[in-house]
Every structure is written in C-alpha cells, then in structure tokens.
C-alpha cells in the first residue's frame, strides 16, 4: 500500500501562482511514477502532469504545458506541481497519484490522495 497526503491547496487570484505538494508513505513508494489529476464541480476528474520515477520524464495536459511544473524529491518522498499563471478554469480539486507510469498517465492509479482544494478567482 502507498498512502499520499496532498497539501498547499488554496484561493489564489487569476494570474497567481500556487505550489502544491504530495508526500508519499509506504510500500517502495519512490519507485513509481506519480501524477496530478484535478476535478472540477460536475465535470470529470483529468489528467494535469505525471512524472516517472527517477524524474527524467514529465508529461503534462496542453491546457497547462508551459505553465504548470511537476517535480520530486526522491529522498522527501514528494512530488510537487508548481502551478503559475493560474486561470479560473484551473479551478478543481487536485489529486495526486502513483503507480507504473502508464497506469498514472491514464488515470487508472491504484492509489490516490484525498484532494487538496484550488480556487483561482477572476
């Protein structure tokens, strides 16, 4: 079992940048690959970035290439998505994942965090 706890969550205003985090406990946790995913009221939960395991390979959803950025720390047990330029549709619950790094890109994660609350207001 992996648990992971997602933290930094928060309002911000449109334009601002926000930094989330995800600290991962458990079963050889840095050896998976871990993702962000975010829902928004009444839509579907979607893919925002993943990261492999060692960190040398990212992905990221178009709507937010070039503005949000997915990293970890290996010795921490963290991944953190560094979100700026945020808009009001950014707006959702965040979730962190992990598992093999197709499993995560897909969203077919067997684990998941609880969700941490970002607000961008216009």
């Known amino acids: 079992q992996v648990q992971l706890v997602e933290s930094g969550g928060g309002l911000v205003q449109a334009g601002g940048s926000l930094r989330l985090s995800c600290a991962a406990s458990?079963?050889?946790?840095?050896?998976?690959?871990m993702g962000w995913f975010r829902q928004a009221p009444g839509k579907e939960r979607e893919f925002v970035a993943a990261?492999?395991?060692?960190?040398?390979?990212?992905s990221y959803a178009t709507t937010v290439k070039g503005r949000f950025t997915i990293s970890r720390d290996n010795a921490k047990n963290t991944v953190s998505l560094q979100m700026s330029r945020l808009k009001p549709e950014d707006t959702a619950v965040y979730y962190c994942?992990?598992?093999?790094?197709?499993?995560?890109?897909?969203?077919?994660?067997?684990?998941w965090g609880q969700g941490t609350q970002v607000t961008v207001s216009s």
């Open positions: 458990g079963r050889t946790s840095s050896s998976y690959a």
């Open positions: 994942a992990a598992g093999q790094y197709m499993v995560v890109v897909t969203g077919a994660s067997p684990y």
């Open positions: 990261i492999n395991w060692s960190g040398g390979i990212t």
